[in-house]
């Protein structure tokens, strides 16, 4: 089909939105900043390290990789307006295995009213799926990571463990949790607890990509505080209690340092009433680092170049 005519099958399968004013097919595109500030992050899939092409279906691939990025964009407070997306792909590459990308960055992006209205194409020797996503805060200031105060209280918002537990299963080969293997291949952030959080006064916040204990240490070393983690405050979850007979290990295991959940964890004051849906698990105090009360991790997360 050649690069362009794959543009443009990729391109009519594509939406909009009343805050794009020019979308693909020129230079540049043109997207409308009602808060007059844009949240911007970006994040790289890497077939092989980040999805396998037997586990993963295009359509997968583009969910998860949407996910990653609108999730970014949620923990700063502010809501995903639209993506750019850059495809390094082989010259053999199905059409249909594209097309499917198209539509699964589509449907992810919409939970959250974001389009696509752009990118690139290049040839390789495998898949890299590259997402940069725009946000907008609507009016609140950025939630980052070091705001954190001693005497907060920490909370997460979203699934833990389910997405790592998945990916074991899937290298276990064994008879897989149908929900925990999804959770891996499309992961499910809580966008709208993002703002939800920052509304509600969050001094700290950022997304659980890898793993909760390495992603709460960077929320620490940046607020320059100390965490405790009450591992009593997590509760039982039988679909990772069913899964580590198979798969080894403890559910805490997975809850405390799998990936690629894109839960929220964040920092509010005492006495903010917490809405459904987010839990609190632990205290800020004065110092460094981060420490798990009644549980001995075996790890800390993921890290590249490790």
Same mark, same amino acid.
């Given at each position: ?65 949407? %996910? ?57 020797? /495998? ?55 999804? %959770? ?51 509760? /039982? ?5 069913? %899964? ?46 981060? /420490? ?15």
């Amino acid at each position: 089909m050649g690069e362009f005519g794959l543009i443009d099958r990729v391109v009519e399968r594509l939406g909009t939105s009343p805050s794009v004013l020019l979308g693909p097919g020129d230079d540049a595109a043109v997207v409308l900043v009602p808060d007059g500030r844009v949240v911007v992050t970006t994040d790289v899939l890497v077939e092989d390290v980040h999805f396998r092409l037997d586990w993963s279906t295009g359509y997968d691939v583009g969910r998860k990789a949407a %996910a990653a990025n609108l999730a970014d964009v949620a923990a700063m407070g502010a809501t995903g307006t639209a993506l750019l997306v850059g495809l390094a792909a082989p010259p053999d590459l199905p059409v249909s295995w594209a097309t499917d990308l198209a539509d699964g960055l589509r449907d992810e992006a919409a939970r959250v009213g974001a389009v696509v209205v752009g990118g690139d194409m290049v040839t390789s020797e /495998r898949i890299v799926v590259s997402v940069t996503a725009l946000g907008d805060l609507g009016g609140r200031a950025p939630v980052t990571r070091a705001g954190a105060q001693p005497g907060d209280r920490v909370v997460v918002a979203g699934r833990l463990g389910w997405s790592a537990a998945g990916l074991r299963m899937l290298e276990h080969g064994g008879l897989p949790i149908e929900a925990l293997v999804e %959770a891996h291949l499309r992961p499910t952030p809580p966008y709208e607890m993002g703002p939800l959080l920052a509304d509600l006064g969050a001094t700290a916040m950022c997304d659980v990509s890898d793993g909760l204990l390495a992603d709460l240490g960077h929320l620490a070393r940046a607020s320059g505080v100390h965490v405790d983690v009450e591992s009593r405050r997590f509760e /039982r979850d039988a679909l990772l209690g069913k %899964a580590v007979r198979v798969i080894g290990g403890h559910p805490l295991d997975y809850v405390m340092t799998g990936g690629e959940d894109h839960a929220l964890v964040a920092t509010v004051p005492p006495g903010v009433v917490l809405p459904d849906g987010v839990l609190r698990i632990g205290l800020v105090r004065a110092g460094t680092g981060v /420490r798990v009360i009644g549980w001995k991790p075996t790890a800390q997360g993921f890290e590249h170049f490790t």
